[in-house]
C-alpha cells in the first residue's frame, strides 16, 4: 500500500504539477503586483479615478456593482498580456533561437510537362501520364 503511495507521488508528473502550482503561486503575486502597482495608476493618471468600482447601477433599490466587474475584466487582460508579453514572448524566442525547427523535405516536385504536383516517387505524371525521371 505504502509502495504504491510512494510510486504515485515520485512519479514524474506529480512532481512537475507540484512545482508548477508553486511557481504559479509565487508569479501570481508578482504579475498581480505589476497590474496594482505600475498598470493600475498609469490607467488612473490617463481617466482620473484610481478604477471602475464607483460604477453602479440601481435598479429598485438593487445595486449592480459592474464597476467592480469591469475592473475584474481589465484586470484579466492586463495580467494576461503582462504574462504574455513579458514571459511568453521572450523565452518563445528563445526556445526558437536554441532549438531552430527542422525543414522538412518536400513530398511533392512539379511535373516537367504539366507542371502539376507528383510525388517525388512518382515515375509517371497521374494528371499527363508522361513518364518522369527518378528524382
Known amino acids: 500500500m505504502l509502495k504504491g503511495f510512494r510510486d504515485f507521488i515520485l512519479r514524474g508528473n506529480v ?17 498581480g503586483s505589476l ?11 490617463i481617466f482620473s479615478k484610481p478604477d471602475f468600482s464607483y460604477l453602479v447601477l440601481t435598479i429598485n433599490g438593487g445595486k449592480i456593482t459592474y464597476g467592480n466587474f469591469l475592473n475584474q475584466v481589465i484586470n484579466f487582460v492586463l495580467i ?26 518536400p ?8 507542371l502539376s504536383d507528383i510525388p517525388i516517387e512518382a515515375k509517371r505524371c497521374a494528371h499527363c501520364t508522361q513518364p518522369v525521371a527518378a528524382a
Open 15 to 31: 512532481m512537475d504539477l507540484a512545482v508548477a502550482v508553486v511557481i504559479g503561486a509565487a508569479f501570481t503575486s508578482i504579475v
Open 35 to 45: 497590474v496594482k502597482d505600475i498598470i493600475n495608476p498609469l490607467i488612473a493618471a
Open 107 to 114: 513530398k511533392t516536385r512539379p511535373c516537367p510537362q504539366c
Open 80 to 105: 494576461a498580456a503582462a504574462v504574455y508579453f513579458i514571459f511568453v514572448l521572450p523565452v518563445n524566442r528563445l526556445m526558437a533561437k536554441f532549438f531552430p525547427a527542422k525543414a522538412e523535405p
